[in-house]
């Protein structure tokens, strides 16, 4: 058996890896200037430090920076290349931003962009400014830039609670994750309040109120903790790098793995957040996963959607998301959490914790009744009650099976008058039973139920002595008719039950099968069109025209939504080239945005962090070589499960492999 390497003595060869990725990478480096509040310098020192570089010959310009009216600050920019903003007027209102394509066309050494959480005027490229700041670092542009830690997107929660104010401007956590250095600006509580009350923060006005809010003694204190404890977590992960890479004879502990268990409710997406903290302050990999039972109902929209964000949230901090399918949640999580060398598993309590939801088996309660071999970490929800204010809506009831339930039975009836004189009463219950069954198996749950109560009254009625009245005299006839009503119930149910999990079962296999039979298509199509002698202009349309109709189809099939696929020409420019129903146009702006993802080889569009503004979410289709053209699905990506988006990827990969084999050759 190999030897591990820091065992050995011998550097770990991932840790080098990552030190020369580092070291050789054309890739801009971001430094973070880090505050627990506005007012505590984060613009002047950041302001401080590029004059410094700037009288040592950097090339150093300002991209953004806001004084607020300070005049120490104010001062500082004397001297510094301070670029002209991107304007435009909104709603009456002329703003000015941050001018991206200036930045990326100066392409200076370091660029300042003051208050990262910013978002930007609608008619800028990116609806947030970390992202202009992810385009400028990706042009190989250092970047300065200013943050206070309630801006964390993985903080939200937390701040919430402590200072009673949510943060509507957020930023993902990657950007402190990445960021080459992190200088977190630290001043004294009493040398900020002493700046509020000279004005030096706001005016005396809002001064005065937000010493009231805000910027209470105790929320800095607390804001001031979580600053410190983020930088020194990230101190700690460099100083590990650094040991691995150097073969630092330190024993280590064994990488911690944490799954968090995701349920279609309304604390899902907050359940998220935790366990994301929790991962980042233990280093642990982790994974968010969600067990598809069958259940006797459908799932309402709604709590779909409670789904979807939240494992579309986990995803975005990094987590593997995964989806399971089971007869039950709690054998298919214990066997994932096996597979996978789990450590901790983390649930949500539910917000009910009566000993009915005991006794009924929620996952949580049969987790801790269980013995195994992992932590559980049980978290109660914080926000729920929130979310849950919404006013309910009726769902409409589909009145065909009831009807249809009231048809049958008067058909069963009619057949036990007819044979009551030749047969027993259990032949008579069968028939009724028979009834539930074809409504069960017809129309779902509820009519079913129906079917068992109207059966009940109807055999009590019309055989049970006295017949022609609802009631019974004889105990045992009312034993059976109790029997009958409580089997018809269930088998009914069970019923519903087995069809939702064969309905689940089928649709995981058609997933598992579409990249095969869609890829086998593709094949098959290439090897008939290798036979031609030629590729010629028309042969090479037909074959396009193939391949845009099966991207088409298949993208119908793992997420349901009208699809355009459009191809690039030899012009460079994209032509729309296949589409789910004649009536789909792009407009101007939504081609401009299709153009900017054929350009870039990034996701854009509804749901994204990109151009979110339009009714499609773009996907380019790119091949190993080149992007050929681009799928765009008149859906948000936000409703779409991480599941479905690597399908839609892997489809739209597929896709560009084939069309690039007749791309023409120069």
């Known amino acids: ?152 997107e993985s903080q939200n929660d937390v701040v919430t609670r402590i200072t009673g104010v949510r943060m509507k401007e957020t930023v993902p956590d990657w950007i402190i994750e990445e960021a080459e250095e992190i200088q977190i600006i630290d001043v004294p509580l009493e040398t900020l309040f002493e700046r509020l009350r000279e004005g030096k923060v706001y005016i005396p006005e809002e001064a005065q109120r937000a010493l ?21 977590r990230k101190m700690d992960a460099e100083l590990l790098t650094y040991r691995q890479s150097r073969a630092i004879s330190v024993p280590w502990p064994a990488t911690e793995k944490l799954m968090v268990c995701l349920g279609a409710t309304t604390s899902a997406p907050e359940l998220v957040r935790k366990a994301y903290r929790m991962a980042r302050d233990r280093n642990a990999e982790w994974y968010a996963v969600h067990v598809s039972v069958p259940v006797l109902g459908p799932q309402s929209a709604t709590r779909q959607a409670y789904l979807a964000e939240a494992l579309n949230l986990a995803e975005r901090f990094g987590a593997r998301t995964i989806t399971l399918s089971g007869p039950e949640v709690v054998p298919a999580l214990l066997q994932f959490a096996r597979e996978n060398n789990v450590s901790q598993i983390v649930v949500g309590r539910p917000r009910r914790t009566t000993l009915f939801g005991a006794l009924r088996g929620y996952p949580v309660y049969r987790l801790l009744r269980r013995q195994s071999e992992f932590d559980l970490v049980l978290i109660a929800p914080t926000l729920a009650k929130q979310r849950t204010q919404q006013p309910n809506r ?211 569009g509804a749901g994204t962090e990109t151009l979110p503004s339009t009714a499609y979410y773009f996907v380019p289709m790119a091949s190993a070589e080149t992007i050929v053209g681009v799928m765009a699905l008149k859906r948000s990506a936000e409703s779409l499960l991480p599941e479905q988006r690597r399908i839609l990827r892997s489809i739209a990969g597929l896709g560009a492999l084939s069309a690039a084999r007749w791309l023409p050759t120069s």
Request: hydrophobic residues 45%; contains cysteine; aromatic residues 8%.
């Open 394 to 604: 009726r769902r409409r009831v589909d009145v065909r099976g009831y009807l249809a339930a009231l048809f049958v039975l008067a058909v069963a009836s009619g057949l036990n008058l007819l044979i009551e004189p030749y047969a027993n009463p259990t032949s008579l219950y069968a028939i009724y039973l028979l009834s539930t069954l074809v409504i069960a198996l017809s129309f779902g749950l509820g009519p079913s139920i129906w079917t068992a109560i109207l059966s009940f009254l109807a055999f009590d009625f019309l055989f049970v002595v006295p017949k022609y009245a609802l009631a019974i005299k004889q105990a045992t006839d009312l034993v059976g008719a109790v029997v009958f009503l409580v089997t018809s119930m269930v088998v009914g149910q069970l019923i519903q039950v087995s069809r939702r999990q064969a309905a689940a079962l089928r649709e995981r296999a058609e997933r598992s099968s579409l990249l095969e039979e869609m890829a086998r298509e593709l094949l098959a199509a290439g090897d008939a069109a290798s036979t031609t002698a030629s590729c010629g202009s028309e042969t090479r349309e037909s074959a396009w025209d193939h391949i845009a109709g099966t991207v088409i189809r298949y993208t119908a099939q793992a997420a349901p939504a009208p699809a355009i696929v459009l191809f690039k020409t030899s012009q460079g420019r994209l032509e729309l080239w296949a589409r789910t129903e004649e009536s789909l146009e792009l407009t101007k702006e939504e081609v401009a945005v299709a153009e900017w993802v054929l350009a870039h080889g990034e996701e854009a």
């Open 1 to 152: 058996m190999e030897q591990d390497p820091r065992e050995s003595g011998r550097p770990d060869p991932d840790a080098l890896l990552r030190e020369v990725e580092r070291a050789e990478s054309t890739r801009g480096k971001l430094k973070v200037f880090l505050g627990y509040s506005p007012g505590v310098g984060k613009t002047y020192s950041m302001l401080t430090e590029a004059r410094v570089r700037q009288r040592r010959g950097d090339d150093i310009v300002v991209g953004v920076v806001e004084t607020h009216g300070r005049s120490e600050t104010a001062a500082l920019l004397e001297g510094l290349e301070v670029l002209p903003r991107a304007g435009g007027n909104y709603e009456g209102i002329n703003l000015w931003e941050l001018d991206l394509d200036a930045i990326l066309a100066r392409k200076p050494e370091v660029v300042l962009v003051d208050e990262l959480a910013h978002t930007n005027a609608p008619w800028c490229r990116h609806p947030k400014r970390y992202q202009d700041v992810g385009e400028i670092l990706k042009a190989g542009i250092d970047v300065y830039s200013t943050l206070n830690v309630q801006h964390l």
């Open 212 to 232: 009231e809010s805000f910027f209470q003694r105790g929320h800095l204190v607390a804001l001031r903790e979580i600053a410190l404890n983020i930088v020194a």
